[in-house]
């Protein structure tokens, strides 16, 4: 993708349709966790539909206080849970920080296959639009906060995971191909039609990753999603949640969400940053963009083989052939 074409990239922080449904095991389960390690009574509980990768709920005490509780069995993201909670620890007096509760020197706890977590519950709007269309105050107040975190490497106890240019896309791509293989239907024809580009798009990307690989480049604290729907507008400011992909990596990882908003300036960014805007590399930003758009492609591909409803497999496909025409 040329530079000319950055004001058509599309970063889709959520996808309305697509957003797990309750189930009412796990939320029967949370019940006798919260007592026996928090010592919680629960008065109230309420599923909240916010995401695909965890199941979430806002939880009432008997003493009215409230609680927003997170239930994942994704792997990747439990084998990181510990060192983000650790981070967010760390850092909880940033303003803009919701850091989780400990009970007994532990901030998660097994349930069942996955991972119960807790924090205080914060009254406020989630912000549930595309960044691009994020008016000039809360750009101004993510821009002070990005620089917040990008200026926190030095300060950082937590042995994050740091970017290395590795991606496995070619290997994901042949395993979704040997399942869909054996599906039926309308996946198989979508598939072909699609794997010639889909291949010519992670090949650039593995060879702008091998280029990085050879070259210096800064790192820095990265959060690694700054989207709608990680962004809380609260009474006291803006709150950016869903830290499972902080790591230490470029500041284009971050500064790829707000780059097209036209509220947006580089040059305050640096400013705040008391660095020179001559560091900025805009082909990494473009890896960057790429590397959403492959993980965006390949990740609808695997959640369509697994089965949705009609309404949400459009949504899918319309997001698949989205990310693909903007490299055709």
């Known amino acids: 993708m040329s530079l000319a074409q950055t004001s058509d990239f599309l970063i889709k922080p959520y996808k309305i349709g697509c957003m797990k449904a309750n189930d ?31 199941f979430a709920y806002k939880v009432v005490t008997d003493n009215r206080h409230t609680y927003f509780i997170k239930y994942c069995e ?16 760390q850092i909880k007096n940033l303003d803009f920080v919701i850091s989780p509760i400990v009970s007994q020197g532990q901030t998660s706890f097994n349930l069942g296959p996955g991972q119960v977590y807790i924090f205080s519950f914060v009254e406020g709007e989630i912000i549930k639009r595309g960044n691009e269309t994020f008016e000039k105050e809360i750009v101004s107040e993510l821009t002070r906060i990005m620089v917040q975190i990008h200026k926190l ?34 996946l198989i024809d979508v598939f072909e039609d699609n794997e010639m580009l889909t291949r010519s798009i992670i090949k650039k990307q593995e060879s702008e990753a091998k280029r990085y690989k050879q070259q210096k480049t800064d790192f820095i604290l990265t959060h690694g999603d700054i989207t709608g729907r990680n962004i809380i507008r609260a009474s006291d400011g803006l709150k950016l949640v869903d830290w499972d992909g902080a790591m230490f990596a470029p500041a284009e990882k971050d500064i790829i969400f707000y780059y097209d908003n036209p509220n947006f300036s580089l040059d305050e960014y640096y400013r705040q940053m008391s660095r020179n805007k001559t560091l900025f590399d805009y082909t990494l930003m473009e890896y960057y963009r790429r590397q959403w758009a492959i993980e965006t492609i390949l990740g609808n591909f695997q959640t369509l083989l697994v089965g949705v409803s009609d309404e949400n497999r459009r949504e899918y496909l319309g997001e698949l052939n989205e990310y693909l025409n903007l490299y055709r």
Request: proline fraction near 4%.
């Open 24 to 54: 009412l095991k796990i939320q029967k389960g949370i019940f006798p966790l919260l007592e026996e390690k928090y010592s919680f009574k629960i008065k109230e509980i309420s599923f909240i539909p916010i995401g695909e990768e965890s």
């Open 74 to 89: 994704k792997q990747r993201v439990i084998d990181n849970l510990k060192t983000v909670n650790e981070l967010l620890l």
């Open 153 to 186: 490497k030095d300060k950082i106890k937590v042995a994050l995971p740091v970017e290395d240019f590795d991606d496995n896309y070619q290997e994901q791509l042949e395993k979704i191909k040997a399942q869909i293989r054996k599906s039926d239907g309308y």
